[in-house]
């Protein structure tokens, strides 16, 4: 989805089988990013390799933070917060 200010918002979600590395048995990253510079904004993911904790958000290229895990569209709504926490209508 490509926002008013021209960044974009990737979003997906896979089923996976539950293992060690992802024991509610999906994978996801949400993702807003500027398509010119390529940077992020803001990303959630459950991907351990790179933060150390399994549900984290990195906040622009440098800050990571945990958050919690309650649901997949829990997550997504915080995420979607995040882009835009004042709730204006994008196109």
Do not use: C, W
Not at 19 to 29: A, F, M, V
Not at 45 to 74: A, V
Not at 75 to 81: A, D, P, Y
């Amino acid at each position: 989805m490509v926002l008013g200010d021209g960044t974009i918002i990737e979003a997906v979600a896979f089923k996976i089988l539950k293992s060690r590395k992802y024991p509610q048995g999906i994978k996801y990253s949400f993702q807003h990013y500027d398509p010119i510079t390529g940077k992020t904004i803001l990303r959630y993911d459950n991907y351990s390799q790179h933060s150390g904790t399994r549900h984290h958000k990195h906040i622009g290229e440098s800050e990571t933070r945990p958050t919690e895990f309650e649901s997949l569209k829990t997550h997504f709504k915080n995420f979607i917060k995040g882009v835009n926490p004042h709730g204006e209508k994008n196109t």
